[in-house]
């Protein structure tokens, strides 16, 4: 179930650098980059909001869980990355 969990957190991270990429064009890393941070992104801060903030239980609450997490923790770190690369 854990890895269902890791999985579901890189798609959706994937599919938010995607998101962005079409949205913006000039933002980031192109969309193969943005899609590969939006999913690290989602691993790593899912991860770690997993282990401090609420959680849900069940199955319907571990994909409930991955999918908020995995789209904060992809968001904030697209966002981090909008800063760290500056033109």
Do not use: C, E, H
Not at 34 to 61: C, D, E, Q, S
């Amino acid at each position: 179930m854990v890895i269902l969990s890791y999985l579901i957190s890189a798609a959706v991270g994937a599919a938010m650098g995607w998101f962005l990429t079409q949205k913006q064009p000039d933002y980031g890393l192109g969309s193969t980059g943005n899609m590969v941070v939006g999913a690290v992104g989602a691993l790593v801060i899912g991860y770690i909001l997993a282990m401090v903030g609420p959680t849900l239980g069940g199955f319907i609450g571990l994909l409930i869980n991955s999918v908020v997490y995995s789209l904060l923790g992809g968001g904030i770190a697209l966002f981090a990355l909008k800063f760290v690369k500056r033109p």
